[in-house]
């Protein structure tokens, strides 16, 4: 009895269920019914079937209504709710029969579109945003521009997240120029991705679309500019006029050359050449300007007046990779040696770009931790440590806690060989 018991506890139980779980299926087809109605309960459905005439029950057996599904008409019943199911999640048609974008040569599209030496691989000059969107995912001769900015945005993310754990940005105004410098660099690149990949929409938008990508790569220049002239600077130049405006100074630069670069475009299908110098100035211009204290650095180490570190070697590889970009720029090679050969792969304004995210790894990126943030945040942990640090005249330094151990992780050998052997207090 104890099992007849128990059976029918869990009949019970199957009736609370059913009214959760069945009025789906009553709401199809009840009207007419099927086999006396889906309705009926647990109880009913349950019954004992003794083996044997006049021996005691032993086998509990199911047949209404979770056999009625499978045996008596349920079947069509269940084909008929898939089907509206299917029917309400049915995906548009239009979804399903999307196309990648066609390709066009050279003389198909407008002189606005051409680029020096690409014969090939254009995409149609009046794409959609969603052709664009796609035609990141279709090789053309966009594509490896695109995906060379898009990736390493999410590097240099990672790199600031990383930074942000381990540094005070919120109270700590001495990493402030630390901050701003990853958060320009971090927009840079994401800005640059989505100039190359929606530049097709129209004339109009591509000019707009690289309104915004030399903008970007201006401030990016600014942040260089900032860090150099807070954490690089030497000694000597501590207080200085050039050094009290050379901030300022590289703001204007920054607006001054984004406005020359946008105007160039306008001079680029009359006049090409004026177009090209007039923007390689534009960029090459904040350079020289924002790597003034870098290149004063550099030549004090080199003349024995500091001792090399693992900060300066990571400015040394950026001001490499800046040179071997700007040749790149320039030269439009290797495409201009063998036109219609590099369409896809391996022409200048790829390398180009490579050259521009690989300025911020070192050695070939084998090692993380000495990219240019490293080297700037290395420059900034040394200056702080120095008496002689200039966050502000006649101030005393002070390092956050903790800082100690995070940057003299980081910055091999002794901090002090990170600045200049000058060791007087800065007023």
């Not at 390709?103 to 020096?116: C, M, N």
């Not at 990949?197 to 903008?215: K, L, N, W």
């Not at 911020?360 to 008496?387: I, Q, T, Y």
């Not at 200039?390 to 002794?414: K, L, T």
């Amino acid at each position: 009895m104890s099992m007849q018991r128990s059976v029918l506890a869990v009949g019970k139980c199957l009736a609370c269920l059913e009214f959760m779980l069945f009025p789906v299926w009553r709401g199809i087809g009840a009207s007419g019914g099927i086999a006396g109605g889906w309705s009926e309960g647990w109880g009913r459905s349950l019954r004992w079937e003794p083996d044997i005439l006049g021996q005691r029950v032993r086998i509990p057996v199911f047949d209404y209504p979770v056999w009625v599904v499978l045996c008596r008409g349920g079947q069509a019943r269940l084909r008929e709710v898939c089907e509206r199911g299917r029917g309400a999640i049915r995906l548009p048609a239009d979804m399903l029969s999307i196309k990648l974008p066609e390709l066009f040569h050279i003389h198909q599209i407008p002189k606005v579109f051409r680029e020096d030496s690409i014969i090939s691989g254009y995409r149609h000059p009046r794409s959609s945003a969603l052709d664009c969107v796609l035609s990141s995912f279709q090789m053309n001769n966009e594509t490896v521009n695109i995906w060379t900015h898009f990736l390493p945005t999410w590097y240099f993310l990672w790199r600031f997240f990383v930074l942000c754990s381990t540094l005070n940005f919120l109270t700590d105004s001495y990493t402030w120029p630390l901050l701003v410098y990853m958060l320009l660099i971090c927009i840079y690149p994401f800005t640059s991705s989505c100039a190359h990949t929606f530049s097709t929409m129209s004339p109009e938008s591509r000019h707009i679309c690289y309104f915004f990508d030399y903008g970007a790569l201006s401030l990016y220049s600014l942040g260089c500019a900032i860090s150099y002239g807070y954490y690089v600077v030497p000694d000597s130049w501590v207080n200085s006029w050039l050094h009290q405006h050379f901030v300022p100074i590289a703001v204007g630069n920054t607006l001054f050359c984004t406005s020359l670069s946008c105007y160039s475009r306008f001079l680029e299908l009359q006049f090409p050449q004026r177009s090209k110098v007039l923007r390689t100035g534009a960029f090459v211009v904040p350079f020289i300007f924002d790597t003034v204290p870098l290149f004063c650095r550099i030549l004090l180490c080199c003349g024995g007046s500091c001792s090399p570190s693992d900060a300066l070697s990571s400015h040394c590889y950026h001001l490499l990779f800046a040179f071997l970009t700007c040749f790149l720029f320039t030269a439009h090679l290797p495409e201009r040696l063998a036109p219609g050969r590099f369409d896809y792969f391996g022409h200048s304004h790829q390398l180009f770009h490579v050259s521009a995210w690989w300025a911020p790894l070192p050695d070939g990126g084998r090692d993380s931790r000495h990219d240019v943030a490293e080297g700037v945040a290395c420059s900034a942990w040394s200056h702080a440590l120095l008496p002689g640090h200039h966050r502000s005249a006649g101030s005393q330094p002070r390092v956050e806690p903790g800082h100690h151990r995070i940057f003299s992780a980081r910055c091999s050998g002794n901090p002090a060989t990170l600045t200049p052997t000058s060791r007087t207090h800065r007023r």
